[in-house]
């Protein structure tokens, strides 16, 4: 479902990324595990098509991500791909059930099925009871519940995490793990996870470890 093949990425001369190859299959839950600065948050935003690696081939179910013309890319990226970041990334003007509907207006999604399906994610993610609160009256383990609905209101079938328990503690951590393999089971999302947490990522299908750049194992 996706291929990682040979992905370089440079920053004037500082080499990032030196010749990344993996894959992911169908519904399956992986970890890139690496220290700060190991690549690991680059390569996640390659494979999201937020960046442009300097070498390499992207493919998600055939399609080279890196050819697309930018239109092309941003209908791709947002018809299939769903990111949950460990800061929330959640507007503090809005309210939770707001923030969620939002990549589906984005989309210019009707505004009632955007909202009825809004409803269904956070009763699905025990979280409609904070519908109508901001984000600065939720904790952290509420707002990453609400930024894992608003990442799946476009029915994407790849989610991507960058750090997502990083400000969580140890049981909110696990909650958001088991939250994961719950959507995986329900929705039959694939999941990819960027952590420094080695106890987190071998909770998943799958681990990948990155050190400088390349992967080890």
Avoid: W
């Amino acid at each position: 479902m996706i291929i990682v093949e040979d992905i370089y990425k440079s920053y004037d001369k500082l080499k990032i990324l030196k010749g990344i190859s993996l894959d992911v299959k169908k519904s399956e839950i992986v970890s890139i595990l690496g220290a700060s600065g190991a690549g690991k948050t680059t390569l996640l935003q390659i494979i999201g098509t937020l960046l442009k690696p300097d070498k390499g081939r992207i493919l998600i179910y055939n399609v080279n991500t890196v050819e697309l013309p930018e239109k092309e890319l941003a209908r791709f990226r947002n018809e299939h791909i769903g990111f949950v970041f460990q800061f929330h990334h959640l507007l503090p003007e809005f309210t939770a059930l707001e923030n969620v509907c939002i990549p589906g207006l984005i989309a210019k999604k009707n505004k009632t099925d955007v909202q009825n399906r809004a409803f269904e994610l956070l009763e699905a993610l025990n979280i409609i009871d904070r519908k109508d609160h901001k984000p600065n009256e939720l904790s952290g383990g509420e707002k990453q519940r609400i930024a894992i609905a608003r990442a799946l209101i476009n029915n994407p079938s790849i989610i991507l995490a960058d750090e997502p328990s990083g400000n969580l503690d140890s049981k909110n951590a696990k909650d958001l793990y088991k939250i994961i393999f719950d959507l995986r089971k329900d929705f039959e999302q694939t999941f990819i996870i960027v952590t420094h947490n080695e106890e987190h990522a071998k909770l998943t299908d799958r681990l990948f470890t990155i050190k400088d750049g390349v992967i080890e194992s």
